[in-house]
């Protein structure tokens, strides 16, 4: 994987050949699976020695809906036996989004070990990994982390100054994007009106993989996003429905392309798309309705 401009991914090969050590205590190394659905997901099964964390309830602040306060985040990550200083390897379900919003405020804190599990959770069931129902314990650690960066997230006012000379690439379906639907359906978190941010490319964070789940080469995504005009010469903006899907985008420019200056907008479309008077677009879009 030394084609991309960082090195963050691991292969599923390379976390089955070290479960073992993803069960000792030492807080060296660490597996851990994000997901939406939890219930669903890790609680019915998971890769050995890997422990959960929900969306929801384990990286957001459920009544604001917002990232994790410093504190609050440490607060987590220690419970799991992880501190500042530990590799942590991310999976999840539904492609890896969840575990990319998770890679994303792992470095808005500043951690630097972090990596994906290229593919997530959908390739390691369909390959046949090992998989178990146990729940890991780990001692519980001393979490510091930096920052916050906010190099690498941007904020509502900051994007109603700078969407008219910034890039922004909004990785919904096209569906979405045109306007023909609010959210995906059964989304839980959703906005009053349907369309677009003015000015914004709709490339879909799908677009960002191959079929098997794993991201494209630093060449295809290259050319990809050449044809857009989003090169890594400017800063560019990141924006999807509540930033999970941003994130994979913002992890496929940021971390595999090395483009310097690529801000993820969390507060994406369900903040937008419930305000009162702020600037919306419909209409066509290249991207495929997926």
Same mark, same amino acid.
């Given at each position: 994987m030394n084609e991309y401009a960082n090195d963050v991914l691991v292969t599923a090969e390379w976390v089955d050949e070290r479960l073992d050590?993803?069960? &000792?205590?030492? $807080?060296?190394?660490?597996? !851990?699976?994000?997901?939406?659905?939890?219930?669903?997901?890790?609680?019915?099964?998971h890769a050995p020695n890997a422990v959960g964390l929900r969306w929801d309830e384990d990286l957001q602040d459920e009544t604001q809906r917002d990232l994790l306060k410093r504190d609050e985040f440490a607060a987590v990550m220690g419970e799991h036996g992880i501190t500042e200083g530990t590799t942590v390897v991310l999976y999840g379900d539904e492609s890896n989004q969840w575990a990319a919003y998770t890679y994303w405020q792992f470095k808005y /804190?500043?951690?630097?070990?972090?990596?994906?599990?290229?593919?997530?959770?959908?390739?390691?069931? @369909?390959?046949? /990994? $090992? &998989? &178990? *129902?146990?729940? $890991?314990?780990? *001692?519980?650690? =001393?979490? *510091?982390? @930096?920052?916050?960066?906010?190099? #690498?997230? #941007?904020?509502?006012?900051? !994007?109603?100054?700078?969407? =008219?000379?910034?890039?922004?690439?909004? !990785?919904?379906?096209?569906?979405?994007?045109?306007?023909? #639907? #609010?959210?995906p359906e059964g989304s839980d978190e959703t906005a009053q009106r349907a369309g677009h941010i003015p000015g914004a490319t709709n490339v879909t964070w799908k677009e960002n993989y191959d079929d098997d789940g794993t991201f494209k080469s630093a060449d295809e995504l290259r050319e990809l996003y050449d044809e857009y005009g989003i090169d890594g010469t400017s800063e560019v903006i990141t924006y999807c429905r509540i930033g999970e899907r941003s994130s994979l985008t913002w992890v496929a420019l940021h971390e595999l392309l090395g483009f310097d200056d690529v801000r993820n907008y969390d507060g994406s479309w369900t903040e937008w798309g419930n305000l009162i008077r702020s600037p919306i677009a419909t209409g066509e879009s290249d991207a495929d309705d997926d």
């Amino acid at each position: 994987m030394n084609e991309y401009a960082n090195d963050v991914l691991v292969t599923a090969e390379w976390v089955d050949e070290r479960l073992d050590e993803f069960g &000792t205590d030492d $807080p060296d190394l660490r597996l !851990v699976e994000a997901d939406k659905e939890y219930d669903d997901a890790y609680a019915e099964s998971h890769a050995p020695n890997a422990v959960g964390l929900r969306w929801d309830e384990d990286l957001q602040d459920e009544t604001q809906r917002d990232l994790l306060k410093r504190d609050e985040f440490a607060a987590v990550m220690g419970e799991h036996g992880i501190t500042e200083g530990t590799t942590v390897v991310l999976y999840g379900d539904e492609s890896n989004q969840w575990a990319a919003y998770t890679y994303w405020q792992f470095k808005y /804190y500043g951690h630097d070990d972090v990596y994906l599990m290229d593919g997530g959770r959908p390739y390691w069931l @369909e390959h046949d /990994y $090992p &998989t &178990t *129902t146990d729940e $890991p314990q780990f *001692t519980e650690r =001393e979490y *510091t982390p @930096e920052g916050p960066y906010d190099n #690498i997230r #941007i904020y509502r006012r900051e !994007v109603e100054d700078s969407r =008219e000379r910034v890039p922004m690439v909004d !990785v919904r379906s096209g569906e979405e994007f045109r306007g023909e #639907i #609010i959210a995906p359906e059964g989304s839980d978190e959703t906005a009053q009106r349907a369309g677009h941010i003015p000015g914004a490319t709709n490339v879909t964070w799908k677009e960002n993989y191959d079929d098997d789940g794993t991201f494209k080469s630093a060449d295809e995504l290259r050319e990809l996003y050449d044809e857009y005009g989003i090169d890594g010469t400017s800063e560019v903006i990141t924006y999807c429905r509540i930033g999970e899907r941003s994130s994979l985008t913002w992890v496929a420019l940021h971390e595999l392309l090395g483009f310097d200056d690529v801000r993820n907008y969390d507060g994406s479309w369900t903040e937008w798309g419930n305000l009162i008077r702020s600037p919306i677009a419909t209409g066509e879009s290249d991207a495929d309705d997926d």
